[in-house]
């Protein structure tokens, strides 16, 4: 590292429990804040703010969403996309339907609404448990999709199937070019992300914990499963019904049943694995890798074998990829790209000395 | 009169249908009966084996030796995945596992794809798909040949499974690996080659159940996503019995087709896709270990 702790004591309780201890790591995070809030909008291309780094933040959302239920409180769910279905659905009939809905409380009420689904959707964990419990979860997700698709209330009697998500208006200000949107995004995101990075630190995350390493255990000294259990699958639906109804409004500009499918439930899943199960961090950087890989193959592919290449022998030899690199960071590292960045950060605090 | 007859049409028809699921499970609950591990890729290798087959017929080989190298195929395929995949992962927890199946469910797709292409393909295994004469012209019913085949298929092949767990030697170890590792270990019984003949047994299953299938549907991506309804099957059944994925494989063939057929109209279709998960949600609060399934006791 470029700088050390040497000097920085912790003095009292409060001094131990601060989110960044030292305060280089703090000045360092409030600075790339601000280049991500007010450099990154006005230098970014189109390209990096509507391919990269919008679904960046929002497939990163959703993951946190993820890590809550499946990392921290160890209720392995297969049915984010449908939890995220719901909130662009909820936020497109919020704005449709209330007259000047603003934007902001539409977002908030569809992660709400997505919460309660998800609420209803946990009430099997209380049975059951690891495996049988991602089966059900399954249910979830083909059956938000299939009822989002047959009842046309939904998608306000729309024949194409495809409907266009409303302007996003905030305080009458209509947020229309990338970089507004990209603004917004990262604001939600940045919001929520420290909410979640605090959830975890506090009671609400050490019962999620406890109930993950033993949930018998947790009982008997005195957490409540049923309040838990339900309490993760709540915020984790949360988190998912806002990234799905940025995800509509701020990504793709429409609303469609199809776009949330069981593929991206396996993607999300695996942005925790990848980037690291029970982190924050990893959170981010899972969906980074996830979201880049395809990208960065595709690059590597062209580089090789020319641009004559088969587009079907591509999207099959990504697949092989992805499911190898899945597979040897099971093996290798199974905490993650956050687990290894922590190491990184071991060995640069001592560098260049050997102990 | 007429409605107890379409009510036993579709009865059938689904059982039928539902004995294709059961294919699919059986390939699960072996694999999770002897080394406890959930392999979410059993859809992604009935592919695999399909697509496998059609490709060697393709090729020109004559039906039996198409059959032969598939075998062959799948039994590599197995064994490769426990010693790349399992060993290195032993002793870790079971979903971890989970996920490096589901990590190796895309291996393999994108494998059968790379090797034998995207389209769509027929397979002829020399039973058409039309209904059976006698018994239409006897009940009116339209009850399909190869489904009957399959059904008849299914049956040779559990119970040559059976006889396989209960007269072989192979047999015996794979039951004592299946009650307990440890003890299975320690009297002798090589841990990792028993789990490398149910994985390659497992990919046997899966070539049956998707040269059934395909030759209804077609060889083509879309098994993979019908595969998933084998998870419904299992938790009807319980992880780990045969007759139990067996019987709730029927159970929920029976019941979609009788849902799609009955609630489907007033809902507007398609509930097939989902009905299965809700019936073993459902099936899940009133038995959580499934029909046969152990009694799961969890102690501190």
New interface residues.
Partial sequence: MLYREAGQFRTSYADDARIFPLALDKYFFVAMLAFAFIVIPNVASQYWLTALLIPWLIFSLVALGQNILTGYAGQLSLGSAGFMAVGAFACYNFMLRIEGMPFLVAIVLSGLSAAGVGILFGLPSLRIRGLYLAVATLASQFFIVWTLDKFGWFKNYDPSGVITAQPIVILGYTFNTAAEKYVVVLGVVSVLALAAKNMVRSNVGRSWMAVRDMDVAAEVIGFRLMYTKLLAFAISSFYCGIAGALFAFAYLGTVEPSAFSIDMSFRILFMIIIGGVASILGSFLGAGFILLLPIFLSLLFHLVFGTSVDQSVLSALELIVFGVLIIVFLIVEPHGLARLWQITKERLRLWPFPH | MASVQVFLEVLIVGLLSGVMYSLVALGFVLIYKASSV?NFAQGAMVFFAALTFVGFIELGAPFWLSLALTVGTMILLGMATEK??LR??VN?H???L???T??????????A??VW??DVRRIDLGIKDVPIDWVADNTGMLISQLDLFAALIAGTLVAVLAVLFSRTKVGRALRAVADDHAAALSVGIPLQRIWGIVWAVAGVVALVAGMLWGARSGVQFALV?VA?KA??V??IGG?TSIPGVIVAGLIVGAAEKLAEFYVGPM?????E??FP??L??LF??VR?EGLFGEKII???
């Fill in positions: 959930f790349f995949v290195p992962l870790q079971e979903i971890t989970l996920m490096a589901i990590g190796l469910t895309f291996v393999i797709e994108g494998l794809q790379l292409g995207v996503f998933l998870l419904p299992l938790i992880f809902v507007g279709g398609g509930t896709t989902w998960y809700v073993a949600i899940l609060l959580p969890r102690r501190v």
